[in-house]
C-alpha cells in the first residue's frame, strides 16, 4: 500500500500515535489506500476513515474489511460533532483547497478532550527528496517546483510521504502566505481554524532504495519524469543519468539513503 519506500512512514506513525489511548475512535481523513489506518487499527484503535479517491478507498477496503470507509472531502466531513476521540490527517494538508477548513472540520468531529494530529514535510533543506526536482530542473525550463505530492484539492491519501512517482519538494513556489512547512505558519493555521496547539514534533524518517532502478524508475514513469523526458535531447537515459549524478551523494553500497523531516501538529479543539 506504500508509496514509496517501504516502511518509511513507522517512525512519523507512531508519532502521531504518540500518548494517545488505544481503543477510542479514531478517524482518519485523507486514508488513501489505508496504511496508517490499517496501522493504527493494528494497534488497537477503532478507525474510520475519508478520502476523495475511490480507488484508493477500494484497496482500503479490501485491507479493511468492515472498517467505515467513506468517500468524501476534508472540507464537509459527513459525521457529527463530537464523533471521534482522535482524528489524523497524516500528510493531507498540502493536498487540500482551504487548510484551514479542514482543520476546522476535524476539530468539529474530534470530541472534547480529544486530539486532532496533522502532519506536513519539514523545510525544503532539511528534506533530501528536494534533490529529484533539483535534477529535473534543467529539463522543465519555467516549470514550477515538483509539488508535495498528487492532488491540488480533496483529501491527499496519508500512505504516501508525498507521490513517489513525482518526488516532492516541499516548500514554497511562488507568492503568496508562507507554506505549511514552516512551523510558525501551521501553527497559525491550526489556530485560525478553532485549534490549541499542544507542541510540534519533529520526525526524521528514512528513505532506502534498493538500487537506481528503485530510485529513478518511478520518477520516469511520473507525469513530470514522462514531460522531462520529451524534453530532453537524450531521452530517458539522460534523464536517469542526471537524476543519479544528482542523488549520488546519497549513495549507500549499493543502493540509496535519503533523510527527509516531517512536522506532527498536536492539537486539540479550542477550550479544552
Known sequence: MDEGP??????????????????????DVGCGAGTFTAFAAARGWTVSGADTDRSALAVAERELPGVDLRLTDAHDLPWPD????????????????????????????????????????????????GEFGRALAPFLPGAPAPAEGR?????????????ASTPARPGRS??????????DRLRKVAGLAGLAVRDLH????????????????PVLDSALGRRAVMRSTGGPRAVKRALLTGLERFRDGDGYRLHNTFRVLDAAPAGD
Do not use: K, M
Not at 492532488?151 to 507521490?163: A, E, F, Q, Y
Not at 511562488?174 to 512551523?183: A, K, M, R, S, V
Not at 520526525?203 to 524508475?217: H, K, P, R
Open 6 to 27: 517501504r516502511g518509511w512512514g513507522v517512525p512519523l506513525y507512531e508519532q502521531v500515535l504518540s500518548g494517545l489511548e488505544p481503543g477510542a475512535p479514531l478517524l
Open 151 to 163: 492532488r491540488p484539492s480533496g483529501l491527499g491519501g496519508s500512505s504516501s510521504p508525498g507521490c
Open 82 to 129: 463530537d464523533a471521534f476521540g482522535q482524528v489524523t490527517l497524516v500528510q493531507v494538508l498540502a493536498h487540500v483547497t482551504n487548510p484551514i477548513v479542514a482543520l476546522r472540520e476535524a476539530a468539529r468531529v474530534c470530541e472534547p478532550g480529544g486530539r486532532v494530529r496533522a502532519t506536513v514535510w519539514g523545510r525544503p533543506e532539511e528534506c533530501d527528496v
Open 202 to 217: 519533529e520526525v526524521v524518517c528514512t528513505f532506502d532504495y534498493a538500487d537506481a532502478d528503485e530510485l529513478v524508475g
Open 174 to 183: 511562488g507568492g503568496g502566505p508562507p507554506p505549511l512547512t514552516e512551523p
